[in-house]
């Protein structure tokens, strides 16, 4: 008997290891040169990439290079559909290509998307991918609600150091989680409890203190007394959150506005102000769209009327509202994203550019509206209120806007098909519709992409966007969840000629070992921005050193290094690369 007992035990536990593990997702990595050489004769410039980690779908572009500044406020297009103000702006991009773990190319001709022959000179590359073949990984079961992590829900990718996080944490205003634990499990999950004064209510997605995540700043607002502020809260984990009463001005609640229902998309930070908007798409008959600027203390320093850009009498005189957002708030390099699921309209700000000028246009980097087709409103043959923007009676609806570490943004759109976000350029240009591996027409509620060299860069999606049908969070058999996607984004140099100072690499970057798994070698490639001295160590998960492959002084540029790992067992393994202040580790698994 107790032999029997034994076996079971050793059963369970073993059972209990299958289910139970940390999540370690296998990233998406692109690399290519970073500076290449082209005649600008009409030849055909071919790029050799290398993918590892995932296959995925590349989208490859051509932007103008260090233009930014003699490019004034244009406003072009079909209906003046694009908007840009002092950014490189994209001349051309490919359709997206589907490729396999390895290495393949991207092409360019030298033409601009009209056909017209671009001049000799010097030229911003992209190469944009995310994987579109593979199977969603689970990262987490408890930090989906019905609802997703529309208009609540923020990540921290960087430490309180200005350092890439080894675990981001993924948080709501009364909980968090960090990335890397086990997905099934709830204890994993910290939560306080915020209360607020009588009618007061949180709003939209809050943002952590950058120098110390105990604290985090929320938009509050009173749907009764239709006003909105931000407030500063201790974050008290199994306990009362602690309001910061001496944060702002007066009680309730510091620097008051108005909006209708006492909404608000959000805060969004560029470390020296806290940004934040109303919420007005549902007035039916006055401009009334807002953006505000306060200061770390907790005062408004700057309201911002966007209604020029908002509002639109034309819209609503033709059946639709007057007023489109925002609705949706995201905050990437001191930059802000806004876009609405009422209307066509989304856009790029840049609050320091406008404080610094006092020009209403530099708040505006670019602007996205009806004529491209992307994530238009009334756009069909068959629309009763052809091309009007602010409707909320028709789709695409969009419940989120994330931007990637180039500026690329995805935004989700339910009722544009079987497909799962549109995809805009770093200058607001268009790219189309794009879809994850098995999408469906169904319910979409947002994504999050990560892009700051941690071990969890990806894009993240809650279970509407994994083949839920519409308002699937109402059906007993809902798979609660948020889930990973590969994404990667690279640029370089197109160059006719190239000067030492242009071939070097842009950036310190580290690719994805590959193959992976692997048994027993493994490539390891990665670029120097400069030269200096280099250490690649690999670490087991108990973080112990078990190789130095490299210690020494290297050049700038592309590196390979091979790992042979014969002489260890089969596990989980890190391999860590390091170069005067950066450093990147990545994870890889061998198998016997």
């Given at each position: 008997m107790k032999k029997i007992i034994a076996l079971m035990l050793i059963t369970m536990l073993a059972t209990t290891a299958v289910f139970a593990a940390d999540f370690a997702p296998t990233l998406l990595k692109l690399s290519a040169n970073p500076a290449v050489q082209y005649d600008f004769d009409g030849s055909t410039l071919d790029i050799p990439v290398t993918v590892s980690g995932q296959s995925a779908g590349l989208v490859f572009l051509v932007f103008t290079k260090d233009m930014a500044l003699d490019i004034a406020p244009v406003q072009n297009g079909y209906l003046g559909w694009h908007y840009v103000n002092k950014v490189d702006t994209c001349l051309y991009y490919a359709p997206i290509k589907n490729v396999q773990i390895g290495q393949t190319s991207v092409s360019w001709d030298g033409k601009d998307q009209d056909g017209g022959v671009v001049a000799a000179g010097a030229y911003t590359y992209y190469i944009w991918a995310f994987d579109n073949q593979g199977t969603k990984q689970l990262m987490s079961r408890h930090v989906a609600s019905g609802w997703g992590?529309?208009?609540?829900?923020?990540?921290?990718?960087?430490?309180?150091?200005?350092?890439?996080?080894?675990?981001?944490?993924?948080?709501?205003?009364?909980?968090?989680?960090?990335?890397?634990?086990?997905?099934?499990?709830?204890?994993?999950?910290?939560?306080?409890?915020?209360?607020?004064?009588?009618?007061?209510?949180?709003?939209?997605?809050?943002?952590?203190?950058?120098?110390?995540?105990?604290?985090?700043?929320?938009?509050?607002?009173?749907?009764?007394?239709?006003?909105?502020?931000?407030?500063?809260?201790?974050?008290?984990?199994?306990?009362?959150?602690?309001?910061?009463?001496?944060?702002?001005?007066?009680?309730?609640?510091?620097?008051?506005?108005?909006?209708?229902?006492?909404?608000?998309?959000?805060?969004?930070t560029d470390g020296t102000y806290l940004f934040t908007a109303d919420l007005n798409h549902t007035t039916s008959n006055d401009p009334d769209a807002e953006f505000y600027i306060y200061d770390m203390d907790g005062f408004m320093v700057e309201e911002v009327d966007i209604s020029p850009w908002w509002s639109s009498a034309e819209d609503y005189d033709a059946g639709g509202q007057m007023n489109g957002g925002p609705n949706n708030f995201e905050g990437r390099g001191g930059y802000v994203f806004l876009n609405c699921h009422c209307n066509c309209l989304n856009q790029m700000l840049d609050p320091a550019r406008y404080l610094d000028s006092g020009e209403f246009d530099d708040l505006f980097v670019w602007s996205n509206g009806n004529g491209d087709y992307t994530l238009d409103h009334n756009f069909e043959e068959t629309a009763e209120k052809a091309w009007v923007c602010n409707d909320y009676n028709v789709g695409p609806y969009k419940y989120c806007i994330s931007s990637d570490g180039e500026y690329f943004s995805a935004v989700n759109a339910y009722d544009a098909g079987a497909v799962s976000f549109g995809l805009y350029a770093p200058d607001g240009t268009g790219l189309g519709y794009y879809s994850f591996a098995g999408e469906t027409a169904g319910w979409k509620k947002g994504e999050i992409i990560i892009d700051s060299e941690t071990p969890f860069d990806g894009m993240y999606c809650d279970n509407e966007q994994t083949m839920g049908p519409h308002y699937a969070q109402c059906a007993d058999d809902k798979i609660v969840g948020i889930f990973f996607i590969g994404h990667d984004v690279i640029k370089g140099l197109i160059s006719q000629g190239i000067s030492v100072e242009d071939a070097a690499p842009a950036a310190f970057t580290v690719a994805q070992n590959s193959p992976n798994p692997f048994n027993p070698t493994t490539t390891i490639n990665f670029t120097l921005a400069s030269a200096g001295d280099v250490s690649v160590d690999v670490f087991n998960v108990a973080g112990q050193k078990v190789d130095t492959m490299v210690d020494g002084f290297m050049a700038a540029g592309s590196h390979s290094v091979v790992w042979d790992a014969s002489s260890v067992s089969a596990g989980v393994y890190f391999y860590t690369v390091k170069s005067g202040a950066h450093s990147q580790t990545m994870k890889m698994t061998l198998i016997k």
């Open positions: 992590f529309d208009y609540t829900t923020n990540v921290q990718e960087i430490d309180e150091a200005g350092l890439p996080m080894a675990n981001p944490i993924w948080y709501r205003a009364a909980d968090r989680w960090t990335l890397g634990a086990d997905a099934e499990d709830d204890t994993q999950l910290s939560s306080t409890t915020i209360t607020l004064a009588d009618g007061w209510g949180l709003r939209g997605d809050p943002i952590l203190q950058g120098d110390d995540f105990d604290f985090f700043y929320s938009s509050v607002g009173n749907g009764d007394a239709q006003q909105g502020s931000i407030q500063k809260i201790k974050f008290v984990p199994d306990g009362d959150a602690e309001i910061d009463a001496d944060w702002g001005a007066e009680a309730p609640y510091g620097d008051i506005f108005s909006t209708v229902g006492g909404g608000s998309p959000g805060i969004a």
